[in-house]
């Protein structure tokens, strides 16, 4: 039986935000480890691979500190354990993430965005995958723009907050990670909508967004417009709440512009981006909460916990929603693509389509790893 001391991902997560720094040994393959770590503000991370513990050779532990207590991670917690034991036999202080990088692959925190009597809008956000979702609550209705896979958590989430789901929407097609939506959807009777664009020839259950311009629910003043954003994708759409926050999927994000290369045509989604953000996003005013569904680095966490920026600080701050030539833009923006694609996408997008079912185990494992739908421009 093991004896290291075993923290969960939520526990992981608070020592995190405490404001103290947290140190990190990860004992997977440095290939692993540098494609897909644990990143916060305050988290240093030391890689050491758990072969080479197995050697009896203490050069090996040279650089870890004796007098500071190191959380040890793995893929799925095992291996931890085993170092975890072996470092505690040498004086080391460890504690083991409970269930390694698979266990925070699936871990889900809310942050409160805004509320008054009339609405609460909450940022939930999977740290692992840099994915975002969002709770708005009315006089007991809510409604969930882009879940994530975890349907359960949702599900307690709406209990804890003790609304009723009646609203689902996808702001997009996902192509890294498996929407909860249409799973959420069957389980609670709410609506699920989409772009029709999104998944024109499939069996999908769902109702097109472009029919709906407005989503009311719970007080009137609580008032979802639709925007069609179309570049990550042609359907991408936006949702402006009472014309104060505008939950921008992956078409804005703090810091860049969605990417507009996974259907194969960044030139012509590129070209459809410099239209939503010349055409329809410049008639936003420069006060309105960009809040998006992804992000790509840890430090467009603000001090609140939350991610998202005015439009106003994103226009100063990013050079290509100022630069109004079309023909430059679009080379900037296709030029600045990634060659690495979010890992499985053309498999997670089958299944947000519903032409593909997998079991539950392979859909977590065809998840894990970092999100790449964003595209910097800085």
Known sequence: MSNAVLISAGQLHEKMNSGKDVLILDVRNMDEFNNWKIEG????????????????????????????????VCAKGG?????????????????VLDGGMLAW???????VVAFDEKMKLIQINRFSKGCLSYAIISEGKGMIIDANQKVEYYLDFAKQYNFKIEHIVDSHLH?????????????????YYISSGEVKGTDLKYEPLEQHQS?????????????PTPGHTPGSTSFLLNNQFLM????????????????????EWAQDLYDTVFHKVSQLSD????????????KEINDNGIVGATLGEIRKSNDIMRNEDREAFTQQVAGAVSTEKPPNFEEIIAINRGELHVEPERAVELEIGPNRCAVHHH
């Open 175 to 191: 192509a890294d990670h498996i929407s909860g939506g249409p799973a959420l959807a069957e389980q609670t009777g709410a609506i």
């Open 287 to 298: 006060d309105v909460l960009v809040l998006p569904a992804h992000y790509a680095d840890i």
């Open 105 to 111: 692959s699936q871990f889900y925190h809310p942050t």
């Open 248 to 267: 921008s999927g992956d078409t804005i994000f703090v810091g860049g512009l969605g990417r507009p290369d996974l259907g194969g045509k960044a030139k």
């Open 215 to 227: 989503i009311r629910f719970g007080e009137v003043e609580v008032e979802v417009l639709a925007v």
């Open 79 to 95: 291996s931890a354990q085993f170092v975890a034991e072996t470092l505690g036999e040498k004086g080391y202080k460890t504690s």
């Open 41 to 72: 503000k305050k988290v240093k991370s030391i890689n050491v691979p758990y072969f080479n513990f197995l050697e009896e050779d203490e050069s090996n532990f040279k650089e870890l500190p004796k007098d500071e207590e190191m959380v040890v």
